[in-house]
């Protein structure tokens, strides 16, 4: 979330023509999250860290035929390597591999899926 000090140096590290994407799942994640915090100054902070972040978005990539043609493919790599990961993990990765781009996270597990390229956004404070 852009309220973590290392993602929000992240942040600034982008050039002016690079712009963010999320996906579906993403935001559906994030948004269960927050939902279930108590309420209070937390909550509160990330709700409103949100609500700036989303319109800022270039895009938020939907889930398609396409989308699920991917997601199939890599889980059956995953499961047949021994590597089984959660569904949504996979959803998430299979959006970034259908649209060629890099999916940033803090997640070492999306580094074992074939064709994701990933960045780590805690490993230093410029963007991609």
């Known amino acids: ?6 993602f929000a140096r992240y942040l600034e590290g982008l050039a002016p023509d690079q ?8 935001e559906g994640e994030i948004r269960f999250g927050i939902a279930r915090l108590a309420a209070g100054r937390r909550k509160s902070t990330l709700a409103s860290a949100l609500g700036r972040v989303l319109p800022t978005l270039k895009s938020i990539l ?8 991917t997601y199939a493919a890599l ?3 995953m ?10 993990d996979l959803w998430i990765a299979a959006t970034a591999v259908e649209h060629a781009v ?3 996270t803090r997640d070492q597990h999306f580094q074992m899926i074939p064709g994701l390229q990933v960045e780590d956004w805690t490993s230093s404070g410029e963007g991609p």
């Open 1 to 6: 979330m852009a309220c973590e000090p290392s």
């Open 19 to 26: 712009g963010l994407l999320t996906s579906v799942v993403v």
């Open 62 to 69: 939907v889930v398609n035929r396409s989308t699920a043609q």
């Open 75 to 77: 889980k059956h790599s």
């Open 79 to 88: 499961e047949h390597t021994g590597l089984p990961m959660g569904e949504n």
């Open 102 to 104: 890099v999916l940033v």
